[in-house]
């Protein structure tokens, strides 16, 4: 059998390792249009802020050892069009300009999204940059020790935006981001955990603006000097766009089913509208676990699920891809949170109509444990049914990494638990680690108060 697998990051190196464990007798060909393969941009924080100091390292496979497994790398190769009918693609070699076509018996597409970039005037100055791949991480990383820039403009308070906001802040430059929602975080986060965060930014030189609308680039010689809002003029010797993405599927006009947004549509196999064609990652929908609903969460812990249920499925075996919850965990100067499922300000968006919350705060561990011992103060807030006690979702915040906590909450809510189940579950106590009553314990109780009243 023969496999092509497109794309290189989260998805496609999960479906090459997924194919080879499920055949590994199965001719793969992997392709990837640039010169690297395998880059971690959700590792990118780590590079630019010196954690991780060379930006290759920033991956988990390299062409050499994946041609060590028999799998046959072709980087700087594009599949540019597909030929469903007879089971073929064409490829262009972006090296030497030749093309060929190539036939598959399994084709798996993990082509993922780009980022969305404003079409307002100037939006072609240098200067503006994005925060996906490799490339932009080397030229982010130039300009972090750029004498002559001394103002960087973020567009995007999500994951992204943060990171870039707090890394260029920790390199001394002045960081203004925005977002055209009034809260940082405002997708992951509720209120009482944002508004720490802004504070939290405040204090590290960072300012936010929310409710911004940007209206126009502004230049000099050629290159970005500036930004224009309707909440003012910013000056900008660098911009770093990171409001949201756009899959990436033109490959896919008129050779499988899009829907209004250009994401491919695939069933819980993975398989597209066309036969032994399979998709995952950023181009696709999930199962969102909460509802039961099709939601478009871009994480690489989804995307990396897809790719094994891609090639299980491509292989001959089937698996049916699990319903995930968007959890997902972040740092932010001395703050370390992480939330999943649905959030109290999502969920009319979640189309969850009878949701209710309890927020607990407490210390980490018991408090004869001091502050300078390693104990913290953290804030969890649990959200549920308020008819039958179901756990929709969880968030957590803390000066010290609790935040695993919020797997127990993913798993909770996939197992379609109760806030009756988590309020006496069995986890162990020891207090250099933990209270008597788990964090979520105590939430749980409380919710069940709450429901009996």
Known sequence: MKVIVVGSSHGGYEAVRGMLLENPDAEIQWYERGDFISFLSCGMELYLEGVVKDVNKVSYETPENAEKDGVHVFVKQEVASIDAANHQVHVKNLADGSERDEGYDKLILAIGAVPRRLDIPGKDLENIYAMRGRDWAIKLKQKMVDPDLKHVFVIGSGYIGIEAAESFAKAGKEVTIIDHNSRLLGNYLDPEFTEILTHEFDDHGVKFVGDVDVQEFVGKDGKVSGVKTNKGNFDAELVVETAGVVANTKLLDGVADLDDHGLIKVDEHQQTSQADIYAAGDSTMVPFAPTGDLSYIALASNARRQGRVAAANAAGRELK????????????????FASTGVKEDTQAKCGVKNAKSVLIEDFAV????????????????LTFDADDGRILGGQIMSKRDVTANINTISFAIQQH?????????????????????????????????????
């Open 321 to 336: 891809m699990t319903p995930v919850s968007g959890s997902s965990a972040l740092s932010v100067f001395s703050y370390h």
């Open 366 to 381: 018991p408090p004869f444990v001091s502050e300078a011992a390693g104990n913290a103060k953290v804030q969890f807030k």
């Open 417 to 453: 638990a109760t806030v009756y189940d988590l309020a006496y579950a069995d986890f162990f106590f020891q207090p250099g680690f933990d209270r008597p009553w788990n964090i979520m314990n105590e939430a749980a109780q409380a919710a069940v108060r709450k429901l009996n009243k």
